[in-house]
């Protein structure tokens, strides 16, 4: 709510409580009035002959309530001042303010409830975003309902407010009528005004949310936008990196060779010992140019592979990952020993990876067991998070890419969405690839 906003319903509030603080002392005074008047003409017996219940002191009347309002206004300013934004202590306040609103509206006999609306403004006012609002308000509405001297008569006796402005002549009475009227209209157009500021600042409010959340949503597409051309800037340089490297290494090896063979096909009817000269620089160069491709294929190789072995690197990465978030990886590490080709440890490496990068963004787990064991000449690896997981599974770029991963040593992936996710990997295993 912004601060004109505020600042105009800060004033309607006062106007309200002055409203009705002239109105209590009018009440008041009309009780105490026709009282003496009573009295004073020695009207006693027909007075009490017209109501059903003995009254209250008129003094206790005017003064008690006043009294009370004036307790209700100590309340009202404390809040404004102190700014309350305890939850149990904003309810406590509440409460304690709709009481004093009641002994008010008691002591005036039920012929004065608009105090309520006041009360009810200043509780939207404080608890605006409070989540037990609604109780409150609720509460004050019912005893907006019930605080009627027709309702409230029928359960508890009480006097009849009507009968004490009876006492009084035709036009006296008429002047009192007029002026209970307006005051009370009054105080229901003011609050009728508060009521339609707040609802138009609400419906600004929700309109002001709704245009941030729009632009909070164009900018996560903007976002979104980015980050697919840097990735495809970044496939591109890889790109680029990758034939950089296959024309400085095999391109280089390849042209030697062609040039070489070549060489030995015009000298080998010719001279004999010098082909064979020429086929021995040959194989150097195919020697060399598989050495530089070794090289160039390991700079892909993860470093903690290089680093840490196969089940090093794993729990190496574990640990980065369990630093940097909430998870909680457990791994199950069941091969003592273990020694296959690096293509197959780059992929297992790369599809831990993968799932439990998956696990945090899009399932929203905080806990994955990984298992690694071997049975039947087949190497299992089972991933289980207890994320969200999902009915349907779409493959999308990061399940598509462990697939394709997995295909290339022969390998098969199933997964399984109904409780968490679950990745579950199956690679045969040759000879050669000694396991215990």
Not at 22 to 34: E, P, Q, R, T
Not at 227 to 240: C, L, S, Y
Not at 322 to 338: C, G, H, N, P
């Amino acid at each position: 709510m912004n601060r004109s906003y505020w600042q105009s319903l800060s004033s309607l509030r006062v106007f309200m409580i002055l409203l009705n603080f002239i109105i209590i002392v009018f009440y008041g005074s009309v009780f105490l009035l026709a009282t003496k008047y009573v009295i004073d003409y020695q009207m006693t017996r027909d007075f009490l002959d017209k109501i059903n219940h003995i009254p209250h002191h008129p003094l206790v009347v005017f003064f008690g309530s006043i009294l009370l309002f004036i307790i209700l206004l100590s309340i009202m300013y404390y809040r404004q001042e102190h700014d309350i934004i305890q939850h149990k202590m904003n309810m406590i306040l509440s409460f304690v303010e709709l009481l004093i609103c009641f002994g008010i509206i008691y002591l005036l006999y039920m012929g004065y409830n608009g105090i309520i609306l006041l009360v009810f403004c200043n509780s939207i006012y404080h608890l605006k975003d409070d989540k037990t609002t609604k109780w409150i308000l609720g509460a004050v509405i019912l005893v907006y309902l019930i605080s009627n001297y027709d309702v409230f008569s029928t359960v508890i006796p009480i006097t009849n407010p009507q009968a004490y402005f009876q006492i009084f002549n035709a036009n006296i009475r008429g002047m009192l009528m007029i002026a209970k009227n307006v005051l009370e209209t009054l105080n229901i157009l003011l609050f009728i005004v508060y009521m339609i500021l707040y609802i138009a600042d609400q419906i600004q409010e929700n309109e002001n949310i709704s245009k941030e959340l729009d632009m909070i949503h164009q900018v996560n597409k903007e976002l979104q936008n980015y980050a697919a051309v840097t990735e495809k800037i970044g496939e591109n340089n890889e790109r680029k990196r990758l034939a950089r490297e296959i024309h400085d290494t095999l391109g280089h090896a390849l042209t030697g060779i062609a040039a070489g063979v070549d060489a030995c096909i015009a000298m080998i009817d010719i001279n004999p010992q010098a082909t064979k000269q020429q086929l021995q620089v040959v194989s150097k160069v195919v020697r060399q140019g598989i050495g530089d491709v070794r090289n160039s294929l390991n700079k892909l190789r993860p470093g903690a592979l290089e680093a840490h072995g196969f089940k090093g690197a794993i729990e190496s990465m574990i640990e980065e990952f369990m630093s940097v978030s909430d998870l909680d990886i457990v791994l199950d590490y069941r091969l003592e020993k273990v020694d296959f080709e690096n293509t197959k440890e780059d992929i297992l490496f790369r599809v831990i990876q993968e799932s439990i990068t998956n696990s945090l963004r899009h399932g929203g787990a905080t806990h994955i067991e990984i298992i690694i064991y071997q049975e039947d000449y087949h190497l299992y690896l089972k991933i289980q998070d207890n994320g969200s997981g999902c009915e349907d599974i779409h493959y999308g770029f990061g399940l598509k890419q462990m697939q394709e991963r997995v295909a290339v040593i022969n390998g098969e992936v199933t997964y399984d969405g109904h409780n968490g996710f679950l990745t579950i990997i199956k690679i045969p295993m040759q000879r050669g690839e000694n396991y215990d």
